[in-house]
């Protein structure tokens, strides 16, 4: 089933009024359709890095003796929406195509895959762990990923498996004292429940070991492993802390293979902060960030997000302090003297964006149970950017604290960084002017007590001559 979606902009189009027409489109990022007159005529649908130019180039007059494609006298009505980055505009384009093509036809336009994930067969009498790209609701809670691709999921899977000793076959067992085996239960890499080596009691002990490691990304064992190692050392033992410190060593390395995003489905939570979208009529409006919430493996969004109240990162540069290579939180002071309420502070005012698209992702699943098909294209959208190389992707991505709260000074950070960029080292002679002149506010935002004081080199004290006595 399609999802509901509709364009922020719906213009009539005149071929005679082309231009007059095409001048009120911006020339910004965005998604745009064109539609014919008829309701069975199948909308040229598509993005772009200018909406503007693009159309032009559809719906302009055809040159002479021109093979590019032109649109001219079939359309009758344009939609478009604006976008403020790669990100948003990829899953507009998607929900623009499930709602006029359907799930099907938007995964093949989108050349949408489902990532790999592990999937630990909990509800088995004897668990195994494999790689797969096929979901299900009912194994949700049991599949940890996304992997960005296939190879990293089995290379994290083989890694894992080679800590423990959980069956690698695929068959579904039928316990006997005469099963043959396998070659894992003769190098003793195996268990080998299937000829009852081993107790029904004992291999779940191990599979419950194998399910901790997969949610808690190795710390289950190497908190135990650092304690084994802090007391063979305390006692010293040195040969036993040095095989602890190696063991130490190699389930660090199989840990780290997975990503931190890699998770359960249903534990996937994650805030995206990408540039706000941007009208030419909306110059004059404070810088805004566009928020994306990851929840259960669906997104949501975009909410903007001001970062009005957090000191930008151009004017921390014209400090030139190493104390303001990021941003710093401060709190408005207002002219009039009156306090500031709780509900002006950006803390406040970020997590109540959050508060809104969690609100938004919870009244759409109660209004209709998640679908496995839209989970799926979700996931696939977020691997395709979370993945690539940190100097291609464009935004930034936090994850939940611990706790399950969310870091909101940290995102207010990210949010300015987005918006203006990363920090800019000083020209030579800025530094030097900054140096030459150097003072310090004291109780800055108080207005009683603040004041602006310089800031006095110390000198070392002379040393006293040998031939000179103190007094």
């Known amino acids: 089933m399609a999802t509901a979606f509709q364009f922020e902009h719906r213009v009539a189009f005149e071929p005679d009024r082309a231009a ?36 032009v180039r559809l719906l302009a007059p055809p040159e002479s003796q021109s ?17 403020g980055s790669e990100f948003e505009s990829t899953l507009v384009l998607y929900h623009a195509a499930s709602a006029i093509f359907g799930y099907a036809e938007a995964r ?9 994930f592990l999937r630990f067969t909990a509800e088995n009498a004897h668990p195994r762990v494999y790689s797969t790209n096929k ?5 949700l809670a049991t599949t940890y990923g996304p992997f960005p691709s296939r190879a990293a999921a089995e290379r994290y899977c083989d890694a894992v498996l080679d800590l423990f000793k959980l069956r690698r076959c695929w068959e579904e067992l039928e316990v006997s004292p005469e099963h043959p085996g396998c070659a894992y239960g003769e190098m003793k ?19 419950r070991a194998v399910q901790a490691f997969f949610e808690t990304h190795g710390e289950s064992m190497l908190v135990e492993i650092a304690r084994e190692r802090d007391t063979a050392s305390a006692d010293m033992e040195f040969e036993k802390a040095a095989a602890a410190h190696a063991q130490y060593t190699r389930v660090k390395a199989a840990a780290s293979l997975a990503d931190e995003l890699v998770r359960p489905i249903p534990e996937l939570r994650a805030v995206i902060v990408q540039p706000a979208a941007k009208d030419e009529d909306q110059k004059d409006q404070p810088d805004q960030a566009a928020m994306f919430l990851l929840q259960g493996g669906c997104l949501a969004g975009p909410a903007r997000l001001s970062t009005l109240g957090v000191r930008a990162v151009k004017e921390q540069t014209s400090v030139g302090s190493s104390l303001f290579a990021q941003p710093l939180m401060l709190q408005a002071v207002p002219l009039s003297g009156e306090p500031v309420t709780a509900s002006e502070s950006p803390e ?10 969690e609100d ?13 098909a839209l989970l799926s294209d979700h996931l696939s959208l977020l691997r395709r950017w979370y993945y690539r190389p940190e100097k291609q992707r464009t935004g930034e991505v936090f994850l939940p604290n611990p706790d399950g709260g969310w870091p909101l000074r940290r995102i207010l950070n990210g949010a300015a960084r987005v918006v203006l960029g990363a920090p800019k080292e000083m020209a030579d002679t800025q530094r030097d002017a900054v140096a030459a002149a150097k003072v310090k506010i004291l ?11 310089p800031v006095v080199k110390r000198g070392r004290r002379p040393k006293a001559s040998p031939l000179q006595t103190p007094e």
């Not at 093949?108 to 790999?116: G, K, M, N, Q, S």
Request: net charge positive.
């Open 443 to 453: 109780h800055e935002g108080r207005p009683d007590v603040e004041r602006v004081v």
């Open 67 to 83: 093979k590019r494609l032109n649109l001219r006298d079939r359309v009758a009505t344009i939609e478009y929406c604006v976008t």
């Open 189 to 207: 890499r195996c268990m080998a429940p299937c000829n009852q080596t081993c107790s029904a009691e004992e291999y779940a002990a191990e599979a």
């Open 135 to 139: 979901l299900s609701k009912r194994t």
């Open 348 to 357: 406040v005012r970020a997590a109540g964006v959050v508060a809104s698209l």
């Open 360 to 372: 938004r992702l919870r009244s759409a699943h109660v209004s209709e149970p998640v679908d496995v």
């Open 20 to 55: 007059e027409i095409l001048r009120e489109v911006p020339a910004v990022p965005g998604v745009f359709a064109l539609r014919g007159a008829r309701e069975t005529d199948e909308p040229y649908l598509t993005r772009t890095a200018d909406l503007r130019r693009r159309m």
């Open 108 to 116: 093949r336009r989108l050349r949408l895959h489902t990532p790999y």
